[in-house]
C-alpha cells in the first residue's frame, strides 16, 4: 500500500507564490509517474502538472508558464511551485502517482488565493 503525504497548503495572496511538497511512502515496489491535480467546489479535478520518472512533463492549460515540478526519485518526492498566484488556483490540491498498476491519491491540501 502507498500512502502519499503532502504539505505546503495554505492562504496566500494574489500574484505570490507556494510551494508544495508530496512524498510517497509505504510498500512501494516502483512509482510511475507523480503529479498534481486540483478540484475546486463545483469544478471536476484538473490536471496541475505531472511528471515522470525520466522527467517528461506535462503541465495544465490554466498554469502553464506558472509552475514547476521538481522531483527526487530517491526520495520518492515531488513538488509543485506555483507562481503569479490567481484567486482562480483557490482549490484542494492532490498529489498523485501509480505503482505496479493502481494510482493513488493523497488527502489533498487546501489552497486558497485572496485578491
Known amino acids: 500500500q502507498v500512502q502519499l503525504v503532502e504539505s505546503g497548503g495554505g492562504l496566500v495572496q494574489a500574484g505570490g507564490s507556494l510551494r508544495l511538497s508530496c512524498v510517497a511512502c509505504?510498500?512501494?515496489?516502483?512509482?510511475?509517474?507523480m503529479g498534481w491535480y486540483r478540484q475546486a467546489p463545483g469544478k471536476q479535478r484538473e490536471l496541475v502538472a505531472d511528471i515522470s520518472r525520466s522527467g517528461s512533463i506535462r503541465y495544465g492549460e490554466a498554469v502553464k508558464g506558472r509552475c514547476t515540478i521538481p522531483r527526487d526519485n530517491a526520495k520518492n518526492t515531488v513538488f509543485l511551485q506555483m507562481n503569479s498566484l490567481k484567486p482562480e488556483d483557490t482549490a484542494a490540491y492532490y498529489c498523485s502517482t501509480d505503482d505496479a498498476g493502481t494510482k493513488y491519491w493523497g488527502q489533498g491540501t487546501q489552497v486558497t488565493v485572496s485578491s
Open positions: 509505504g510498500r512501494l515496489f516502483r512509482i510511475g509517474a
